[in-house]
Structure formats: C-alpha cells, structure tokens
C-alpha cells in the first residue's frame, strides 16, 4: 500500500469473503513522523564577564537559550469528498479515495501554495456524466469513478506534508536586588519561531470542494514575542 496504488475493489455482488473490508485501509498513521530531532541548548554569553560595578550588573551573565526541532512531515491522502452518487461509493465511509489516473504524480511535494494546484490539476477537474454512478469528477490526475460498494485504487496516506523545522530562542538574565541573598529580577524574553519562516500545511485534500489543491494554512505560526519579568523575595 505505501507504493500508492490499490488493486483491491468491491462491486456490489461482491462479498468480504473476496476482498477485505478494511485491507485498503493500511497504510502509514496520520502521525507517522519517520525521522525527527529535538535540540536543546544554554549559553552563557562570555561577554563582559570580567567587568565590575554596573557594567557587570547590567551587560554580564546573559544567557541564551533555545529548543531547535527538525522533523519529517505527516501522511496524507485525496479524498473524493463525499459518499454520495456521482462523488462517492455509498457505502458509509465518507472519506473515500479516489482513483489516481497518473502514476507519475507519486512521490510528489505539494508544499507550495503558488504551485500546489497546478501540480493537481485543480483548475482542470470537471464533472462528467457516465461512469459507474451516473457522474463523476475527473481530474488530470484522479477521478471518482467508483463502483458502488467499490473503492478507488490510490494507497492510504501516500502523500506527506512538507518537513519542519522550528527554532524557538530565549535570552535572560537574574539581576541581584538589595536586601538579601534571596532576592532577584529575572528577566526573559522568548522568541517563538525565530527566523519567521512560514512552513505550509497540506492541500486541501477534498476532490469535490472549491478549493481543491490549495494550501489555505501553514503547519506553524509566525514569529511570537513574549517578555517576562519575575521577582524573587
């Protein structure tokens, strides 16, 4: 099944007996994750380290610190977009695949938004009128040309998003306050997302949906700023 084709499928007299139910339903997890990294780090910026009075109190002893998380991007797959004559199979499953016309479309990244929907084909789908159901949606690289009870050929979870890679970085500092060893200032502020870099979720996946093959969100958010000051006494 992770080759991206199915050669399973039930018409209407067929029986469990000849093909499993679920069989087409194997496949990579939602969340399969093949390969992914956590880093975490704190440096203690050498800077000033030998000044003395406020030069010291103020400019020495900063420390930066942070969380990098390099990982690889989740499954997924089309969906013909409904369960219904002409857009589905009516058999009760309302996420059903939809049969994959051009092999060569396999392996593929859709991560760009620009792009995405002229690598699907998206402008190019239309409704046809035959088939096993009466009409279906055809695509350049797919269609929902599916017998009732049937299913169309194209693996589960095929696809996969793009990776991601966050860096989210903190600097700080503990400032001594007068009146005992106890008290302090400490100071931090956080950056979510540090280089702002926008990583883009998946297509939108549904075949019978106006919006088809494009990217309408990103799997992370943009840059976050957020600042603290805490008292010790």
Not at 114 to 133: E, H, M, N, Q, V
Not at 172 to 195: C, D, H, Q, Y
Not at 211 to 232: C, D, E, M, W, Y
Request: charged content about 15%; some cysteine; proline content about 6%.
């Amino acid at each position: 099944h992770v080759t991206g084709v199915q050669t399973c499928a039930l018409p209407i007299s067929s029986t469990c007996e000849l093909c499993d139910y679920n069989a087409d339903k194997k496949g990579w997890s939602l969340f399969d994750t093949t390969h992914a990294l956590a880093v975490s780090y704190t440096y203690t910026l050498p800077f000033l380290s030998g000044a003395h009075g406020a030069a010291k109190t103020l400019l020495s002893g900063w420390q930066i610190s942070g969380l990098t998380s390099l990982q690889s991007g989740t499954p997924y797959h089309m969906h013909t977009g409904s369960d219904g004559p002409g857009l589905g199979n009516v058999d009760g499953w309302g996420q059903d695949r939809p049969n994959v016309k051009d092999p060569s479309i396999l392996g593929k990244s859709f991560d760009n938004p620009d792009t995405s929907p002229i690598l699907l084909g998206a402008a190019s789908c239309t409704r046809k009128t035959g088939g096993f159901s009466g009409t279906y949606i055809d695509c350049p690289a797919f269609d929902t040309n599916i017998p009732l009870g049937g299913r169309g050929n194209i693996g589960m979870n095929v696809f996969r998003k793009d990776g991601t890679h966050n860096w989210n970085i903190a600097f700080g500092k503990t400032f001594p306050v007068p009146g005992g060893r106890e008290r302090s200032l400490a100071f931090r502020g956080e950056f979510i997302n540090f280089f702002n870099h926008a990583q883009f979720d998946k297509p939108n996946v549904q075949m019978s949906g106006n919006i088809f093959g494009q990217i309408t969100n990103t799997a992370n958010k943009g840059r976050q700023l957020q600042f603290s000051l805490r008292l010790n006494f």
